[in-house]
C-alpha cells in the first residue's frame, strides 16, 4: 500500500516568494493534516481536513498560510510570501478517523533565505 | 482547548537504564492519547495508543498507563536499548472535541553505551 506522499523533499526559497508543497493521502482516509515541525516548537498544526472540509487553518498560521484539499487524494500547502522563519520541515499526514493512527509523509524541508 | 505538555526535552540515560518520558494533556473530554517515535532522517510514526477499556497498550517493550485523575500518559521501559534513540511525541485525539490530533514539543531520548 502507498503511503503519504510529499513532493518536493527540499525547497530552498527566497524570501518573499510563493511556494507550494503537495501532498497525496493514504487512499480512503478521511482525515488529512499540515504539520510544521521545528526542534523548539515540535509539531505545531497547520491545517486539518476531515472528509475535504477544512476544520481547522491554525490559527496563528493564517496569514500567509494556505492549505487546499482540491480532491480526496490531493492536497497543497502554499505560503505566501515565504519568510526566512518558515524555515522548518513541514509534514502531511493522513488518518482513517478520529483516535485512529495517523500516518506520515516523509515531509518537505524547507529553506527560506 | 486540547493541549499535550512533555517537560523534558532532552533524556539522556546508559543502556540499560529504565525509561521514563512524561505526558501530561489538558482536555475537555474523554481522548484517546498517542505515542509516536521518530527515527533519525524518518517520519514520525504509531508506538502506542491508549485503550478505551483501560487496558494498557505495550510495544516493542515500551508501554504506558492513561490515567485520567492525572491526565497523564507517561511512556516507560524496563531497560533502554541503543536503538531506542530517537524523539518522541505525545499526543491527543479527542473525538468529541474537535477531531484534530495534538501532539506535544517531543522528548528526544539519547542512550549511551
Known amino acids: 500500500d502507498a503511503g503519504v506522499t510529499q513532493t518536493p523533499r527540499h525547497e530552498v526559497a527566497e524570501k518573499g516568494q510563493t511556494i507550494i508543497l503537495k501532498c497525496e493521502p493514504v487512499?480512503?482516509?478521511?482525515?488529512l493534516f499540515w504539520y510544521r515541525q521545528t526542534k523548539i516548537q515540535g509539531l505545531e498544526l497547520l491545517s486539518y481536513?476531515?472528509?475535504?472540509?477544512?476544520?481547522?487553518d491554525g490559527g496563528a498560521f493564517k496569514d500567509r498560510f494556505k492549505a487546499e484539499m482540491l480532491n480526496s487524494s490531493f492536497s497543497t500547502l502554499k505560503i505566501q510570501p515565504t519568510e526566512p522563519k518558515d524555515s522548518a520541515v513541514y509534514l502531511c499526514?493522513?488518518?482513517?478517523?478520529?483516535?485512529?493512527?495517523?500516518?506520515f509523509g516523509k515531509g518537505t524541508r524547507l529553506t527560506v533565505v | 482547548g486540547d493541549s499535550v505538555t512533555q517537560t523534558e526535552g532532552l533524556v539522556t540515560l546508559t543502556e540499560g537504564l529504565p525509561v521514563m518520558l512524561n505526558c501530561t494533556y489538558q482536555?475537555?473530554?474523554?481522548?484517546?492519547l498517542f505515542w509516536y517515535v521518530q527515527h533519525l532522517n524518518e517520519a514520525p510514526k504509531l508506538l502506542l495508543k491508549?485503550?478505551?477499556?483501560?487496558k494498557r497498550p505495550e510495544h516493542q517493550g515500551f508501554h504506558a498507563t492513561l490515567h485520567k485523575s492525572s491526565s497523564s500518559f507517561h511512556l516507560q521501559k524496563s531497560s533502554a536499548q541503543l536503538s531506542d534513540s530517537a524523539l518522541y511525541y505525545c499526543?491527543?485525539?479527542?473525538?468529541?472535541?474537535?477531531?484534530?490530533?495534538?501532539f506535544g514539543s517531543g522528548t528526544r531520548l539519547l542512550v549511551s553505551p
Open positions: 491508549s485503550f478505551t477499556d483501560n
Open positions: 481536513f476531515r472528509s475535504k472540509s477544512l476544520m481547522e
Open positions: 482536555s475537555t473530554y474523554s481522548p484517546f
Open positions: 487512499s480512503g482516509h478521511n482525515d
Open positions: 499526514a493522513s488518518s482513517p478517523g478520529t483516535g485512529m493512527e495517523v500516518f
Open positions: 499526543a491527543l485525539s479527542d473525538g468529541t472535541g474537535g477531531y484534530k490530533v495534538v
